[in-house]
């Protein structure tokens, strides 16, 4: 089958094996997936990995093992965890200590004809939602993951820095769940897109706080030095994204001032697709283009171009 | 009345006016005070303060306003907070934008004969705790804001990385209320004073961890480091002491470990007292010194000595 390899930090099409389902795996017909800039820094050379690239996706169960899934349009979570560490037992499976990562970290991705997964993985898409809507739901589930971690009040406002894909989506789900949130960024034509979206936005110089949560979404070193700044004495930072380097930061103001820092990673996928499900979230405008995966190359071309929305590769 | 002064990063001892308490204030008669490290980072410029020293005491009120508390033997809690900001009308004094902290910001410390409070700052000391136990009131409510803040649960761990004065007291605070604590060090003479506390102690060389909860009362810019590392994924950092100087860390294990970092101030005196009421907590083995208040200078050229335990001043 075709696919998208990350060999030695360069990205190619290559002809590989179809995956062989282990007993517990369900083999999936990859039918759309999405570039992130996690895959870009992959390439780059975070974790080491060599395989198949890509952890977003959705595609047609073609074989089950228990047979209730064949046939079915699923996406699926990118934790592949053992079930039987320290965090598993205590329903921990996104801190498994043995965790692989689809396209990530020891197991091959989604940037293929076809892949395996654990069918513990997989969730059914609603019959409402395309092909496109679901194949964003892992950095959907990014977001929701926040309300999961902190107690977000009706009277509370909410602060997204960074208009990227990761905070416009982030806002998205966390405004669908009731939020008072405002995406805060540099880039007119992102912030006019957060609008369009339904969304309230304003340009950092303008925007002053106090808020009482602040995402962190800029994927930027003085991303936490500006949410340490908007946040309210007593209130939440998130910490949404790796940032690869050192901060060089003072933090006696999250003392003094008693703000959290809450680290945050990948998110729930039932919750999210059920959310989904009640809102229209609006999301044809997050897609800036659609590649075949023949043209892999190409679409990660593109994906690099810097303010990129998202780039998608139909299988 | 005879008093310390910090007076342009030095300590003397002077004769100044004995304080006129305000509408609302309580007149206390000083009868035994606490040197705290925070009173020799003002003496080292930390928030640019020029007056009376010292925020830990214990006294005997002279005049209250509403008389009830004349004569009571009464400990004061820190932050004079103005009851009508944006914090304080959120039950946030603690956080209040406008207050002052005596002995540190704007206002005239412990460290005199007399001093003028507001009278709600007051809480009065129960009999059966001595004025050597009663001065220590604010670093162990200092422990006892982590509960306040954190849910430790019964069959979670507790490190307490530091084994100076804070990381002693706040470990105090946190095993008395029920947790499982470990304090770890470096120093073979604080640990045995931990274990003659009653407190688990470990080198620090020695103590792997994971802990589900770390408190950080190092002081110094590794503790963040050491914590992040003895941290559980999922787990809490509590960061109890401001540092001086710039952090230069990674932080992406926050976020991929899914790691709270909890900024921590000051503590409640009423709840504490009542656990101290509660539980023996102790704690003679705390004081290394006591001086006259005629003394203070040679008591700061003490309370300076690394490694140094607390030093009390008896006025």
Known sequence: MKALLCSHGQVRLADVAKPVPGSQEALIKVTMAGICNTDLEVLSGYREFNGILGHEFVGVVESDPLGELTGKRVVGSITVFCGECWHCRRDEANLCLNRTTIGINDRDGAFAE?????????????????????VLIEPLAAGMRVAEQVHIRPDHTVAVLGDGKLGLLSAKVLSAGGSNVTVVGK?????????????????????????????????????????????????????????????????????????????????????????????????????????????????????????????????
Chains 1, 2 share one sequence.
Request: proline share 3%; aromatic share 4%; with cysteine.
């Open 114 to 134: 076809y892949m395996a997964l654990p069918r513990h993985n997989l969730h059914v898409v609603p019959a409402q939602l395309s092909d496109m809507e679901a």
């Open 187 to 315: 880039h007119r034509d992102k912030l006019s897109l957060a609008s369009a979206m339904g969304l309230s936005a304003a340009l950092s110089d303008h925007f002053t706080g106090p808020a009482d949560v602040v995402l962190d979404c800029t994927g930027s070193l003085s991303g936490l030095e500006t949410a340490i700044k908007l946040v309210r004495s007593g209130g939440t930072i998130v910490l949404k994204t790796t940032v690869s380097g050192m901060y060089n930061i003072d933090l006696s103001e999250v003392v003094v001032r008693e703000i959290r820092l809450v680290g945050s990673r990948c998110g729930p996928f039932a919750s999210t697709l059920a959310l989904m499900e009640r809102h229209d979230l609006e999301l044809s405008g997050m897609v800036e283009a659609v590649y075949p995966l023949d043209q892999g190359v190409e679409a990660f071309n593109h994906a690099r171009r810097k303010g990129s929305l998202k780039i998608l590769l139909k299988v």
